[in-house]
Structures are given as structure tokens and as C-alpha cells.
């Protein structure tokens, strides 16, 4: 089934192709990292959980359309290593993370989709099938630890990708510099650290 997708102000709006539980790996990270993407698009309130997790739906990235609104897609990094978080310019939703061109995956955020209910996502990508680093969790929420078999389908999107020969997309990518299409706000040492306190600050 194909899953509508759309930032909040309805700007930048596509659809995720082809989806199914069989294809996608739907998971709450708990990190810092992504709770300080949160906060810094002021998200935070909308984008996480009580426990500080963030909802996400790993996928190839050639099952990503983006129909309007690609000049509102930025991108920001957490420090000069940090991997590529993209987001809607136009009203600060979180879109997706990715690693470099070459890693064939996309880690869709749930403040992404059209139809964020747990009927449509079940349906569309199962059950949420676990957490990942569950200790940065608020609260003295233990959610568990992250269950291999997550790790297993992970690591199986990634190599279907990589043996089909699937890279980044031009969404996110420019094929020819293997770079990001747009240049990346990249936070120095002491707007991360800035950022962080906002993080521990919630906990
Ligand atoms: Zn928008
Ligand atoms: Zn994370």
C-alpha cells in the first residue's frame, strides 16, 4: 500500500510506495541525538513521547516520493559526523534521517506522515517492533533492550539495497557529488552542547 505523506503545513507532501510490514522496520529510538532534533525544530512537544522516543519507519529510500515542496526540504547534523536529519523548512517538521549516499536506507519520522493512528501505521508497517537505545529513555522508563531481530531487519534493508545497487535518492542526494542537495546546518561543539541541556533539561 502506498502511505500519504506530508509535512505539517501540508507544504512538502508525497507518499511512501509500496509499503508493508514485510518491507519496513517501524521502531522508538530513544537517543539523544534524536531527541535533539526534536528540540531544535521546537518539536519536541509534537515529535516525542513521554519517555523522550521518537517514533520511526526504516525503509529504502526509493520507496519515498516527494510530489510538492522539495525546495522546503533542509537538512540539519548534529556535529561535522552526525548523520543527516532532514526536515520541512516551511514549518519545522521532522522528515527523515539518512546516512551517507552510499547507505541505502531512510529512517521516516512519524511527524512525517498524513495519517499518523496506530490503525493506519499498523496496518501499513505492523506493530512497532522495538526500542533502540531504551537507557536514554526519561523518566526511569525502561523500555527494554533493542531486540536482535531489529537489528537483523535493519541490517536487511541495508543489504537489499546495497545488492540491488540502491543508493540515496535525489530527495535528499545529488547523485553526480554524492552529497546532500542542500547544504546541512552543521551545530559546532558549543550549540550542541546548547541543545543537549535542552535535552537533559526534559529528561
Ligand atoms: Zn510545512
Ligand atoms: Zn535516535
Known sequence: MD?????????????????????VNRLV????????????????????????????????????RIDHGMDKIACMRLSEKGIYRWY???????????????????????????????IQKNAAFGKIRGAVHGRFARRDYDPGSMPLSLIARFLGV?????????????????ASTRS???????????ENEALMARVTAAA
Open 3 to 23: 502511505m500519504p505523506i506530508k509535512c505539517r503545513c501540508g507544504q512538502v507532501s508525497g507518499a511512501l510506495e509500496d509499503v508493508s510490514p514485510a518491507v
Open 29 to 64: 529510538c530513544y537517543c539523544h541525538d534524536c531527541q535533539a532534533f526534536a528540540h531544535f525544530l521546537d518539536q519536541e512537544d509534537t515529535v516525542l513521547d513521554e519517555h523522550g522516543g521518537t517514533e520511526i519507519v526504516q525503509m529504502a529510500p526509493s520507496r519515498l
Open 88 to 118: 520541512a523548512s516551511c514549518c519545522n517538521t521532522p522528515l527523515g534521517n539518512t546516512g551517507d549516499f552510499g547507505m541505502p536506507f531512510v529512517g521516516v519520522i512519524h511527524s512525517f506522515l498524513a495519517e499518523d493512528g496506530d
Open 158 to 174: 541495508i543489504l537489499k539495497g546495497k545488492f540491488s545497487g540502491e543508493q540515496q535518492r535525489a530527495i535528499f542526494f545529488d
Open 180 to 190: 546532500p542537495r542542500v547544504a546541512p546546518t552543521v551545530l559546532d561543539a558549543e
